[in-house]
């Protein structure tokens, strides 16, 4: 019964990895978007992280898990005579997290479980979460710090049972895994620190383990700070430079988030809230059951968890997808209540990951994706694409017509504000017929439940602009455009819920407004 729960979980995931949900900008801007740039040529954006006198973010692990993946592509399209468009990398990198998710942290947990009735429970439970669903198959670097901390788990487990040999090649695979995992996320270490200290008593046994592991380590740091250091320095790469001026990423992102003004640029969070508010929003209904644990159930995997998740919630800056690594730890950990509550349990469990599924899988910025790639295929020359009220758009999907189409980002400023910007882009009248669009068309891209751009909607409108609809999506939800305080929670709810759909406007000058 388990096993065809399991199969039917398996193509629950992968229908939500082949939905083009948006859940944040850095699965994007922090991966793919750097990456295609170097490999396909791509204009795209670079982020603060990137652009920084001293970058805080490693393009290392980038290379290994996006990188070689994009030059197979490369290799291989051309190879036929084909050139690689970017939706086709796009999907590719979706399913390549898909694979990793199903086949490597469910591995992982199946060794992580020692017991063959918690394990067939804790791979069904791992396999129903909704973050398994949604986050795991996105290119978030959460996501690859979760496989890596899932598989270290499993090297010190596996060195720790080998009783009879030293364990060299598990833990040169871990000293690799290590190092890896700092580089692609700081926070790493935390998830790491105490299982760690079991290993002293085996280091003091077999010292060649721990020497093979320092070589390891030692080996892929100076591999590291080489790779960032040819792609941070300007001209052709020599490894004197990697002595002589060494872009160390990892310390140069340790520095930054040890400034407490730097993180308040990025929200400051109370302390309490990983463990009160994004672990809850994680787990759902499983959340209690953390409470339940007996100390004989204490596992290490359990104590990864929660010691990194106590460790993290020193720094002020806190978000739920930092604790991506937990969530398969816990799932695997907790135990059912009683027969009589269980369920009600697995009800509340079900509705809760799918609707949270369905939501953040499917709906949530679901249009930003295929609206980009809507542009790229449109055969209309475009000068100008406004995004208001949306996350910021990857442009490096838009199959290089970016050199010759501006995507200008306007966030969520004010309505006149978005104004002014789309009017500065557009022909002036000089008649009283509309004016000719010669150099291309403008869009603007909003939802449809922005209301501030229905009176430019109609013919019949005296405002200075006009839009016209070209293209929707109408699988995207926008919550971030809450309004409860001025609408009330029912009438905003049915604005951004009955009025869903991202839109494509656009946008021409009203000249009868103006000369009327």
Request: hydrophobic fraction near 45%; glycine fraction near 6%.
């Amino acid at each position: 019964m388990s096993r065809r729960i399991y199969f039917l979980l398996i193509l629950v995931r992968i229908y939500f990895a082949l939905s083009p949900s948006y859940l944040h900008p850095d699965e994007n801007f922090q991966g793919p978007e750097v990456i295609a740039g170097r490999v396909f040529g791509y204009p795209v954006h670079k982020t603060w992280e990137f652009r920084s006198t001293h970058p805080i973010r490693s393009t290392f692990p980038l290379w290994l898990a996006y990188g070689l993946p994009m030059y197979n592509m490369r290799w291989l399209w051309e190879g036929f005579g084909y050139e690689v468009s970017p939706s086709v990398v796009y999907w590719t990198l979706r399913v390549l997290m898909l694979t990793l998710s199903v086949v490597m942290e469910d591995w992982a947990i199946h060794e992580l479980v020692e017991s063959p009735r918690a394990r067939r429970v804790a791979v069904v439970l791992v396999a129903s979460s909704y973050v398994t669903w949604t986050f795991q198959t996105h290119t978030f670097s959460n996501s690859i710090e979760t496989l890596l901390v899932c598989w270290s788990l499993v090297l010190i487990q596996r060195i720790l049972n080998d009783k009879k040999r030293s364990g060299i090649l598990a833990s040169s695979l871990l000293g690799f895994m290590f190092v890896v995992g700092i580089f692609n996320r700081i926070t790493f270490p935390a998830f790491l620190l105490v299982p760690s200290l079991t290993l002293l008593p085996h280091f003091l046994r077999k010292p060649f383990s721990l020497v093979f592991l320092a070589l390891s380590a030692l080996f892929t740091a100076f591999l590291a700070i080489c790779v960032d250091t040819a792609f941070y320095t300007p001209g052709d790469f020599t490894f004197s430079k990697a002595f002589q001026n060494p872009v160390v990423t990892p310390f140069n992102n340790f520095l930054y988030n040890s400034d407490s003004a730097n993180l308040a640029q990025h929200g400051i969070h109370p302390r309490y809230q990983h463990f009160l508010v994004n672990l809850p929003q994680l787990l759902g209904p499983a959340f209690p059951l953390l409470f339940f644990i007996r100390r004989a159930h204490l596992t290490p995997v359990l104590v990864s968890a929660l010691s990194g998740t106590a460790l993290l919630s020193i720094f002020p800056h806190q978000e739920a997808r930092f604790l991506l690594p937990a969530v398969p730890l816990i799932l695997s950990s907790i135990r059912f209540p009683s027969s009589r509550f269980r369920k009600l349990g697995l009800s509340t469990w079900i509705i809760f990951n799918v609707v949270l599924g369905v939501l953040m899988g499917v709906y949530h910025q679901g249009g930003i994706v295929p609206v980009q790639m809507h542009i790229a295929k449109t055969n209309e020359t475009v000068t100008h694409a406004f995004w208001w009220k949306t996350y910021s758009p990857p442009i490096w999907l838009l199959n290089g017509k970016n050199e010759e189409l501006t995507t200008v980002d306007l966030m969520g400023i004010p309505g006149e504000q978005m104004l002014n910007k789309v009017k500065e882009a557009l022909p002036t009248c000089r008649t009283r017929k509309l004016p000719r669009l010669d150099r291309g068309a403008i869009y603007l891209v909003a939802p449809r439940s922005a209301y501030f751009l229905k009176p430019f909607q109609t013919l019949t409108s005296r405002e200075e602009i006009l839009l016209e609809e070209v293209w929707t999506y109408r699988r995207h939800l926008n919550l971030d455009d809450m309004d409860f305080g001025d609408d009330g929670f029912w009438k905003t709810m049915g604005r951004v819920v009955g009025d869903r759909g991202l839109v494509v406007w656009q946008v021409t000058r009203n000249c009868w407004a103006e000369t009327g």
